[in-house]
């Protein structure tokens, strides 16, 4: 069985995928990790995963513009330019 | 063209911008089999390379060489498993590279060929050996197949320790008795020739297959020229010397050497070195001899 | 020498030639992932001895290295089932798991010990064995079916047994499964020529230049 290896490198970190380990079964699997991939103190946590439980998803269709869901699709200068101006030569709102 | 050609030349414009890949994209048939070339005899050269040094994991002189030298042959070991898996997940089986190795279809680095003779090599392979080895690992961290580089990074962190512990080795010698002094001479005279060797010989990084495709990402040329330029003057500081009188560094900052001697890299490389077939013995031995717990752990 | 010193030249001992045999597989173990864990033991052992010959050496006016490396092969304490070179994966398991349940039931007993610095520092070692019995007993339920473990871990026995003082081998018979009674245990005290021979090649660099440091 080959498992993923995901290592954590401090608590409160994100898991980050280290490499795999092929192993008869998880108790095995458990054992080699843990030394292959964290001997040194440089792991705060391990997760393995069965290879066969990871499915990727890899294909995104972007056909149409889809920015306005992202800040690269806003571009607020020349309005904000212009709102600054308009608000500053009006009469000031009392505060 | 045709539309598998316009697509290798895809692949290949891709790779030659910087571009990486990974194990589930679509890769030319002629990528595929540089790269498990390349990486299966990188994995072969970390699996070769832990005989030379296990002897002296017996021999060592105190508690600490020796806890040091374990953790350090641990890590090659280490570094063999995460390369072959990523072999393997490239198509080809561990039981084929090992047999592969084994009959000499597939080559080991020309360093692990030679013998280690006394405790100075011990000290002088981890320093110097090793420092040639990260030179093109560090490399490799660009590679154009991502999985290879991403696991160079642990592998290029544990090399940082096996460097630094074979210069504690050797400063402790150089700072001790005559004799140690002279060990440590000796293993560098022994090593200077296949380590000038190491990296192969000064063809252009352009004509290099393994650098096309972004496998390497530097010519052989330029990593011994690395190399010169970060060791030598740590040798030479130390009071010893290079057995190579036309070594020197030039106004231009290029490192000038006597012509390594190719014919012996060859015939090292080919299973010819003084090591060579003894050590592949021993490897068969005990692949042979612990068969048989293997396949009891496939079995259950 | 006090007792003290004894009983703990003959722990260290043990943990230094059991780590020295099991670093023997360092680069040649059946698997390579096994082969990264099994050094992780043989230098945990290497570890736990030199705490010992530390503790001792304050003792005895030495230090660890010395201790280690520096004693005529007759002066060692072990006991002769770590001596044996079994460069062979039945019987190395076989010995790491005898050694590792024998190695349980004395530390429970030193860490109950009156002398605080020697509990604790069995207590320390147990938390690190902890490790090395899960590793064993996950080999020997592995191997459990393979007559040639088997066939090992009877070979082995008496000198299992041998590791303990008499008081506590019922308890390791208890955990094993094993007889103590039918069983003459190898004692402490007579080696056997491996141990000679271990040792000629673990001091051979130190010998070779008298006084050097390394």
């Known amino acids: ?95 | 063209m045709s539309a598998n050609a316009a697509r290798e030349q895809e692949f290949l414009e891709y790779v030659q911008s910087g571009g990486q890949v990974e194990s589930t994209d679509w890769l030319p048939a002629d990528y595929r089999q540089k790269l498990i070339k390349f990486i299966e005899m990188h994995a072969n050269s970390e699996l070769m390379g832990v005989l030379p040094e296990r002897e002296w994991i017996l021999k060592a002189p105190t508690l600490q060489r020796k806890l040091a030298l374990t953790a350090k042959v641990q890590d090659e070991v280490g570094h063999a498993q995460l390369i072959y898996r990523v072999a393997e997940d490239l198509g080809k089986p561990r039981d084929e590279m090992f047999a592969d190795l084994l009959s000499g279809k597939a080559k080991f680095h020309n360093v692990f060929h030679y013998p280690t003779k006394t405790w100075g090599d011990v000290g002088v392979i981890a320093w110097l050996v090793d420092a040639a080895a990260i030179i093109s690992q560090k490399a490799l961290l660009k590679c154009s197949y991502a999985p290879y580089a991403r696991i160079m990074k642990k592998i290029c962190w544990e090399e940082s320790f096996h460097i630094l512990h074979g210069r504690d080795v050797v400063l402790a010698m150089m700072t001790g008795t005559p004799e140690q002094q002279e060990l440590v001479q000796e293993a560098v005279n022994r090593w200077w020739g296949p380590l000038m060797q190491f990296h192969g010989n000064p063809i252009a990084r352009e004509e290099d297959p393994m650098y096309l495709w972004r496998i390497k990402s530097q010519g052989n040329e330029e990593a011994r020229q690395q190399f010169l330029e970060g060791y030598v003057p740590q040798i030479w500081e130390l009071g010893l010397t290079v057995p190579d009188s036309n070594l020197g560094r030039g106004d231009d900052g290029v490192w000038v050497y006597s012509e390594p001697d190719w014919a012996e890299l060859k015939s090292v490389v080919t299973g010819h070195g003084p090591r060579s077939q003894e050590r592949l013995d021993f490897r068969r031995r005990f692949l042979e001899q612990e068969k048989w717990v293997r396949d009891s752990l496939v079995a259950a | 020498m006090n007792e003290r010193a004894q009983l703990l030249l003959s722990i260290a001992d043990d943990e230094l030639i059991i780590g020295w045999r099991d670093s023997e597989w360092t680069g040649i173990a059946p698997t390579l992932e096994e082969d990264v864990a099994f050094s992780s033991i043989a230098q945990n052992e290497i570890g736990h001895a030199r705490a010992l010959y530390e503790l001792a050496a304050t003792e005895l006016g030495s230090d660890a290295d010395a201790l280690a490396f520096d004693r005529a092969p007759e002066e060692y304490r072990c006991a002769q089932l770590v001596e044996l070179h079994l460069l062979e994966w039945a019987h190395t398991i076989a010995r790491r798991y005898l050694y590792e349940e024998a190695d349980r039931v004395r530390l429970g007993a030193l860490k109950e010990s009156a002398d605080s610095e020697l509990a604790g520092v069995a207590a320390k070692i147990d938390r690190e064995e902890v490790y090395h019995r899960m590793h064993a007993e996950l080999w020997a339920a592995r191997l459990r079916d393979e007559s040639r473990f088997r066939e090992a871990v009877e070979e082995l026995w008496p000198y299992a047994l041998g590791v303990l003082p008499q008081e506590l081998r019922p308890e390791l018979a208890r955990r094993t499964g094993l007889s103590v009674d039918s069983t003459q245990a190898i004692e402490r005290g007579t080696h056997t020529p491996e141990l000679a021979e271990l040792w000629q090649e673990m001091t051979e660099v130190r010998r070779s230049i008298p006084g050097a440091q390394w």
Not at chain 1, 32 to 55: I, K, N, T
């Open chain 1, 1 to 95: 069985m080959i498992f993923e290896v995901f290592r954590q490198e401090k608590k409160g970190q994100a898991f980050a995928h280290a490499g795999s380990i092929e192993a008869p079964d998880a108790a095995f699997a458990d054992a080699w990790a843990r030394e292959q991939y964290g001997r040194r103190g440089e792991s705060a946590a391990l997760w393995l995963v069965p290879r066969d439980a990871v499915h990727q998803v890899n294909d995104w269709a972007d056909e149409f513009d889809l920015k306005y869901r992202r800040v690269d699709g806003y571009s607020i200068k020349g309005r904000l330019k212009e709102a600054r101006e308009r608000a500053s030569s009006t009469a000031p709102v009392d505060r």
